[in-house]
C-alpha cells in the first residue's frame, strides 16, 4: 500500500486506494477539460436517436455478423495498394521507450476530455499511443473524428494507432480505414450489404456515411503530423525489442480464418509480445478466448510459450481490470484498459476473481468496487429522486469487502452496514438478493449503458507503458476530471513484466 506522507513529500497525488479524496469524491476544483471540448456537444446514449444509430449490434446477433467478409475486402484492396505483406510497421525506437494504451475513447463529451490533460503530462516523451477499441460513438462515422479524435488529442505529438472495436464497424469501418489506413472507400459491392441477399439485415442494416474531404482535411490539420498509417485494420508494430500485435475482432468478438493465419504466423517470430485487442479475453471474472474460424482461439496462440506474449490488453468494457493469469508455466497480464473516455461500466457488480487461476488479492480494478457502488448509487438517488438509495464511498467500500471476502482497498471508518445500505445495494447488483434474479448482469448490461454524466468524479484512466533494459512496465493513471488529479494523475496500479 502506498504510504500518504510519503506520496504527498513527493508532490504526487494519492490515488483511491489511499484516500477518498484521490478517487475524485468531493471534488474542490474541477480540473481545466471543460475549455478543451467543444461546447456544441450533447452526446447522450439517453437519445433513441442514438441507440438506433447503433442497432447494427443487435441486427449482427440476430442475422448474422457480416464484419469478416467486409474486412475481407477491406485487407484485399490494402493489399492491391502494397501493404506490406505481414501488416507490420518498423518504428525505429532504440532499447528504452515508453507508449501509451487506452480504450473507448471517442463519445466527445466531458467524459472523454477530462482524460486528455493527465494524459498529455504523463505522455510527453512517449513514443506513440495506441487507442484499443471504439474510437469513435456511436458508429464509428468519419465525419464525427474532428471533436472525437483530432480534436482532443491534438497537442499529442506521437502517432497515435488503434485497433477498431464493434462501434467502430458500425459503419462498415469506413471511418476507421480513411482515418487510420488513408484507405479509400469500398463500393457498395464490395461493402457486402445489398439488400437481396441479406434480406431483412440488409434492410435494417445502417449504410456507411459518405464523409466529408473537406471536412476532413480541415480537422486533420489540427494533428499535421499523423505518423505513419496502419496497412490495416490488424497489424504489428515491431519496435525491434518488442511487438506489439493489434487484431480487429468485428462487432461480435472473433477472428475470421484470414486474420487467424495471420495471427499464427506473425506470432512465430520469438520476441516478446503484447496483444492489443477490441475485446478482452478475461473481464469481469469471465474468461472469452476468441474463437478464430476454422478452429482454436486467440488465447491458444496467447498461452503458446513459443509465441512469447507478456500482456494482452484489451478495450469494450469501460474500466479498469487486471488478471495475472499463470499459463504453461509463465505468468501473462491479461488487461482490460476501456477507461479512455467512454461512459463508466460498473465494478461492483465483478463477483469474487477466481478466473484463470487468478486470487482475489492479486486482481486489481479501477474504480474501486466500493466506489463505483456509492458513485452508482449517487447518480440514481439523485435520477429518481430516492435519498435512501445513497450509499456513502465509505459503506461502499465497506459492504463490497464483506461481500467478496477481502480487506477494504482503503480505510473505512465508522462505516456500519445496515439494512438501508443492503437493499440499495441489492438494487444496484452490488449484492445478493434473496431470491434468484440476475440484477448484477441486468445492471451492468443495460442500467450503466444508459447512465451519462457530465461532472466529476468520472473514474477514467489509462496505461503507461516503458521498455528499461529487461522489464515492461505497465502503470494504470487515473482521471477523475477534478483539478488536483488533473494535475498530478493518481497511480493506481503498477506491475512490472519480465521480458
Known amino acids: 500500500m502506498v504510504d500518504v506522507g510519503a506520496a504527498a513529500a513527493r508532490g504526487k497525488q494519492v490515488s483511491s486506494r489511499v484516500s477518498q479524496g484521490g478517487a475524485g469524491w468531493d471534488c474542490p476544483e474541477i480540473g481545466t477539460f471543460e475549455a478543451l471540448r467543444p461546447t456544441r456537444n450533447s452526446f447522450t446514449w439517453l437519445n433513441p436517436a442514438t441507440l438506433w444509430r447503433s442497432r447494427n449490434e443487435i441486427l449482427a446477433q440476430l442475422f448474422g455478423d457480416p464484419s469478416p467478409q467486409v474486412r475481407r475486402r477491406w485487407v484485399a484492396a490494402q493489399r492491391d495498394r502494397g501493404a506490406d505483406p505481414d501488416f507490420r510497421i518498423r518504428l525505429d525506437l532504440g532499447e528504452e521507450f515508453s507508449f501509451l494504451v487506452l480504450g473507448d475513447t471517442g463519445e466527445g463529451d466531458a467524459s472523454q476530455y477530462a482524460v486528455v490533460p493527465g494524459l498529455l503530462k504523463l505522455g510527453a516523451g512517449t513514443s506513440f499511443a495506441v487507442i484499443a477499441s471504439d474510437v469513435i460513438y456511436p458508429t464509428g462515422s468519419g465525419n464525427e473524428y474532428r471533436d472525437k479524435f483530432f480534436r482532443p488529442y491534438k497537442d499529442y505529438p506521437a502517432p497515435i494507432f488503434a485497433v477498431p472495436g464493434n462501434h467502430d464497424w458500425y459503419d462498415g469501418l469506413g471511418g476507421f480505414m480513411r482515418i487510420f489506413c488513408d ?18 439485415r440488409g434492410l435494417l442494416w445502417k449504410k456507411p456515411e459518405t464523409i466529408d474531404e473537406d471536412a476532413l482535411a480541415e480537422a486533420r490539420r489540427m494533428r499535421p503530423d499523423p505518423g505513419p498509417a496502419l496497412p490495416g485494420p490488424y497489424w504489428v508494430l515491431d519496435t525491434g525489442r518488442l511487438l506489439l500485435v493489434g487484431i480487429d475482432t468485428g462487432i461480435k468478438g472473433t477472428l475470421d480464418r484470414e486474420q487467424g493465419e495471420w495471427l499464427r504466423r ?11 485487442t477490441g475485446k478482452p479475453i478475461y473481464v469481469n471474472n469471465a474468461y472469452h478466448p476468441c474463437d478464430i474460424e476454422g478452429g482454436g482461439t486467440v488465447d491458444d496462440v496467447v498461452r503458446d510459450p513459443a509465441h512469447n506474449y507478456v500482456a494482452a490488453i484489451g478495450g469494450d468494457v469501460h474500466n479498469y481490470q487486471r488478471y495475472p493469469v499463470r499459463a504453461e508455466g509463465r505468468l501473462i497480464q491479461y488487461v482490460v484498459s476501456g477507461g479512455g473516455g467512454a461512459f463508466m461500466h460498473a ?10 487461476g487468478v486470487h482475489e488479492d492479486d486482481f ?5 468496487r466500493g466506489d463505483s457502488l456509492s458513485f452508482y448509487s449517487l447518480l440514481y438517488s439523485r435520477r429518481l429522486r430516492m435519498r435512501g438509495l445513497y450509499i456513502t464511498p465509505e459503506e461502499g467500500l465497506a459492504l463490497m469487502s464483506r461481500r467478496i471476502g477481502n480487506t477494504p482497498p482503503r480505510p473505512t471508518p465508522g462505516a456500519p452496514i445496515g439494512a438501508r445500505v ?8 452490488g449484492w445478493p438478493m434473496p431470491f434468484r434474479l440476475p440484477v448484477g448482469r441486468v445492471f451492468h448490461r443495460y442500467i450503466s449503458e444508459l447512465s451519462d454524466w457530465d461532472t466529476p468524479p468520472f473514474f477514467k484512466s489509462f496505461l503507461h507503458l516503458s521498455v528499461t533494459g529487461d522489464t515492461l512496465r505497465l502503470r494504470c493513471f487515473a482521471a477523475t476530471g477534478c483539478l488536483p488529479q488533473e494535475e498530478e494523475p493518481p497511480l493506481e496500479d503498477e506491475v512490472e513484466i519480465p521480458l
Open 183 to 200: 484507405a479509400h472507400p469500398l463500393s457498395a459491392e464490395q461493402r457486402g450489404f445489398r439488400l437481396s441477399p441479406d434480406g431483412l
Open 266 to 276: 506473425v506470432s512465430a517470430d520469438p520476441r516478446p509480445k503484447i496483444l492489443i
Open 347 to 356: 465494478t461492483h457488480t465483478i463477483p469474487r476473481v477466481d478466473a484463470g
Open 422 to 429: 443492503k437493499w440499495a445495494a441489492r438494487l444496484l447488483g
Open 364 to 368: 486489481k480494478c479501477y474504480p474501486l
